[in-house]
């Protein structure tokens, strides 16, 4: 059986990602393309709970850097081996909420840890099940702010962070679509929805047209 197609979306915070995941999954269905959806970190029942224990702590203990990045890899393992791979083995299309970039941008970029250290995991973890494909949505970060103001949600423990966390994550993402950019797909998040709808639209198109060979009967 051909092996499936993967997709990831990443973006600072209120780049719009949740919005711009429901568009994708109706474009993708109106294409005939069955893909199935997940997020990181989480996934599966260990990895939710890893996602719990790491964004919305019950304990007062500060969670040290060192130990969100582990826990960030922990979930991810489970995520790669329980739903990942045997989705992509079965030849589905799989699209996720964040994956590895995330971890350099965040660990990596906003808090400053090695990125050596960020790489040995990931070639441990990831290794080459990278995504075919990754929609980086781009905002300056004082305009993500403003919107995730703007919808008022309760804040998890990493979005309770300064500005210039943000713009190191940012920095980092920018960084990695620059170094990969067959893979990694800017989307200028900073524009009517309508407009940032238009450029994924484009990206897809050209996804499907290279990697889409069958449709549904
Ligand atoms: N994390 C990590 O640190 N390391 C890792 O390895 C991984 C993750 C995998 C969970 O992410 C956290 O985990 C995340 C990184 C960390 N922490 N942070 N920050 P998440 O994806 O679950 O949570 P999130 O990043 O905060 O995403 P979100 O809450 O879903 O926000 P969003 O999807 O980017 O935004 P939105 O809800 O779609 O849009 C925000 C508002 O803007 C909303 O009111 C929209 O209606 C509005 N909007 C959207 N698009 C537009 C346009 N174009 N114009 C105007 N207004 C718009």
């Not at 804040?155 to 210039?164: A, T, V, Y």
């Amino acid at each position: 059986m051909a092996q499936g197609k993967f997709i990831s979306l990443e973006g600072t915070e209120g780049a719009g990602k949740s919005t711009a995941l429901q568009f994708i999954k109706q474009y993708l269905l109106k294409a005939n393309i069955d893909v199935v959806w997940t997020r990181e970190p989480g996934g599966t029942e260990v990895a939710e709970d890893i996602r719990r224990l790491v964004l919305h702590p019950m304990s007062f203990e500060e969670i040290e850097p060192e130990t969100e990045l582990l826990l960030m890899f922990a979930a991810r393992a489970q995520h790669m081996k329980k739903y990942i791979l045997p989705a992509l083995n079965a030849g589905k299309w799989i699209a996720t909420d964040r994956f590895i970039d995330a971890s350099y941008a965040y660990q990596g970029g906003g808090r400053g840890m090695e990125m050596n250290y960020i790489a040995m995991l990931d070639k441990w973890i990831v290794g080459t099940n990278y995504p075919h494909l990754t929609l980086l949505l781009d905002i300056p970060p004082e305009i993500g702010f403003q919107r995730a103001e703007l919808r008022g949600a309760e804040k998890d423990r990493i979005e309770e962070e300064k500005m210039e966390f943000f713009v190191r994550v940012r920095d980092v993402y920018l960084q990695r679509a620059k170094q990969d950019p067959a893979r990694i797909k800017i989307i200028d998040a900073n524009v009517p929805l309508f407009a940032v709808e238009s450029q994924i639209r484009n990206v897809l198109d050209e996804f499907i047209k290279t990697h889409h060979s069958s449709t549904r009967p």
